[in-house]
């Protein structure tokens, strides 16, 4: 059967989920490497891996969702619950200012948080044209899709009316953060209060419809089988597919582990073990094969480590992230792997890349 899969490869046709069923058991990863490595040329076909100048600012903490998996929230009324001051926003991006980031030259900034009950559509409009004013060139990858139903759900809205009156305050791209499994069951399981496997990718749908783009996660290794696992890709294939007749897309994939640290889906229902680099590295492979119609795979660093992230490029990523400068969530659950600028451009260019900076949109810039 690997022959048949590496002929479709070849021909660049679509792998079927038996396919990705087939390459998730198959033994050797080295093979898995070839396939993902082949398509990864074909589609980006210079010897270069992209970077980001990016900052991670969570600007508030507050949720009441409780999901099993996360140690970064604080439930309403709790010591530790905060929502950052306005002005503490701009020191974080000054910050960033500081260290080299540019807005001319493609900085990202990703705002994300949780669902904090007393922050209305109208918290989010204030705080976005703040930003935009005080600095005209910042583009705002911002907001999960959990976040934006969220939004519009206590603010009696529809997700695009939401959508709409937050890109026109500033909003340019949402990441895909939230997606953890698209599959009910395993919803139901590590986080019954947070959004559908429908819901979710029905705010990609609608931003994509309204030409804004947005970015595809997965995190595996809770309690989801294999056959979840394609589900889950399948899905993302398929609003990638209708996204292609239309101005928005997903611009890349990111996959990434559960980190279980300290947890309550850990110390629950959740057996382990821990996934491996090595099981990354097949997940990243068989994404970048089956997610024919998305351009970019991204690196998990943050949570797989420097090595991992650098062997990876063999095995069909072709971006690096962000990065990032500060990140809270993952870190809560015990995993830290935060790099400089210089540490990313180093390890991209000792796996024999030439390492680029880009904007969010994907586009190389100086």
């Known amino acids: 059967m690997l022959d048949d899969i590496e002929e479709k490869v070849i021909n660049n046709e679509r792998l079927t989920p038996e396919d990705a069923d087939f390459l998730y058991h198959h033994p050797n990863p080295l093979d ?4 993902a490595d082949t398509v990864r040329r074909r589609k980006n076909p210079d010897p270069v891996v992209t970077y980001n100048v990016g900052r991670n600012i969570n600007y508030t903490n507050i949720c009441w969702v409780k999901c099993s998996f996360c140690n970064f929230y604080a439930a309403p009324g709790d010591e530790g619950g905060y929502v950052l001051p306005e002005q503490q926003i701009f020191d974080k991006i000054d910050e960033l200012i500081a260290v080299g980031g540019d807005f001319e030259d493609g900085s990202e900034l990703l705002l994300q948080g949780g669902l904090n009950p007393k922050l209305k ?3 989010f409009e204030k705080l976005f044209q703040a930003i935009v ?3 005209p060139q910042a583009y705002l990858h911002a907001l999960s899709a959990t976040e934006i139903l ?7 809205l529809t997700i695009e009316e939401t959508l709409i009156r937050l890109r026109k305050a500033g909003l340019q791209s949402i990441p895909g953060a939230g997606a953890e499994i698209l599959s009910d069951r395993v919803r139901d399981e590590i986080a019954y209060r947070k959004d559908t496997t429908e819901e979710w990718l029905e705010v990609h749908e609608t931003a994509h419809q309204l030409g804004m783009n947005t970015t595809a996660t997965m995190m595996y290794g ?3 089988t294999i056959s979840e696992r394609i589900q889950h890709l399948t899905h993302i294939r398929d609003v990638q597919d209708r996204a292609m007749s239309r101005g928005g897309r997903f611009t890349a994939f990111i996959t990434w582990s559960f980190q279980p640290d300290g947890t309550e889906l850990a110390e629950s229902r959740w057996k382990g073990p821990k996934a491996t680099g090595m099981e990354y590295l097949r997940n990243a492979a068989i994404s970048r094969v089956y997610l024919d119609n998305i351009q970019n ?3 998990s660093y943050v949570t797989q480590g420097a090595k991992i992230a650098q062997v990876s490029l063999a095995y069909g990523v072709n971006d690096f992230g962000s990065t990032m400068m500060e990140e809270n969530v993952v870190s809560a659950a015990g995993t830290m792997h935060l790099m400089p600028l210089t540490e990313i451009q180093r390890l991209i260019r000792e796996a024999g890349y030439e390492p680029k900076r880009r904007n969010t949109r994907y586009e190389l810039v100086s």
């Not at 969220?150 to 009696?156: E, K, N, P």
């Open 121 to 123: 559509i109208e918290y």
């Open 222 to 224: 809770s309690l989801e």
């Open 32 to 35: 898995l490497a070839a396939l």
């Open 297 to 299: 795979i991204q690196a």
């Open 133 to 135: 004013r005080r600095y």
């Open 150 to 156: 969220y939004i519009a759900h206590i603010s009696q």
